[in-house]
């Protein structure tokens, strides 16, 4: 079934769909931002309840991530990431602020996520997602250690100290982990 959007007739789930309607969004097409919500939302939701530990917390970040979608869609740029990349990033950030924000009400210096170590999905929330597919097997192909430090930074968003604190490593065998995981994503993401 195909569904017009502006100018453009789109084919759901089609390769260029997602670029599709932020170009729409961006021309102020309220229907685009909506089926960009039915697209991503619920994955959204999913990063926010994995952050946030609150479904209120989560769905109140969904909607201002969706209000900056709409303000800002003529920013996104095709070039540095796909719009689920995009999205994604905004959302984390989003959770970020949230529970820094939270941490700094409570008068301390961060904020755990929780007490253990992360469960790191490896397994895409819906099949048809490529970019997820693809990330998820990225992510298998690193060792344990460098899975964990990727996790902790970017699902649980803590800093390379919280990191090192929380596995009991020196802070330069994090950065150095870090390092090389991202660069082992670069080059499968590129490859």
């Known amino acids: 079934m195909e569904a017009p959007i502006g100018e453009q007739t789109l084919v759901p ?10 170009v729409a ?3 102020g097409d309220q229907s685009a931002l909506g089926a960009l919500y039915d697209t991503y939302g619920s994955q959204l939701l999913a990063i926010g309840l994995r952050m946030l530990r609150a ?13 900056e979608v709409w303000q800002r869609a003529g920013t996104y740029d095709a070039s540095r990431g796909t719009v689920w990349t995009w999205l994604a ?14 941490a700094w009400r409570a008068g301390t210096s961060s904020v755990a996520v929780d007490d253990g170590h992360p469960q790191l999905v490896t397994e895409p929330v819906e099949p048809n997602r490529p970019d997820l597919d693809r990330i998820a097997s990225l992510m298998r192909t690193l060792s344990d250690e460098h899975q964990e430090v990727i996790a902790l930074a970017y699902f649980e968003g803590l800093t390379m100290p919280e990191i090192a604190d929380r596995i009991s490593i020196p802070v330069g065998t994090v950065k150095s982990r870090v390092r090389v995981a991202l660069e082992r994503l670069r080059d499968g993401v590129a490859g």
Do not use: I, Q
């Open 13 to 22: 789930g089609g390769p260029d769909h997602a670029l599709a309607l932020m």
């Open 25 to 27: 969004v961006a021309r």
């Open 55 to 67: 479904r209120a917390a989560a769905e109140d970040v969904l909607h201002d991530v969706f209000v």
């Open 89 to 102: 990033m905004r959302m984390r950030s989003r959770c970020l602020d949230r529970l820094r924000s939270a």
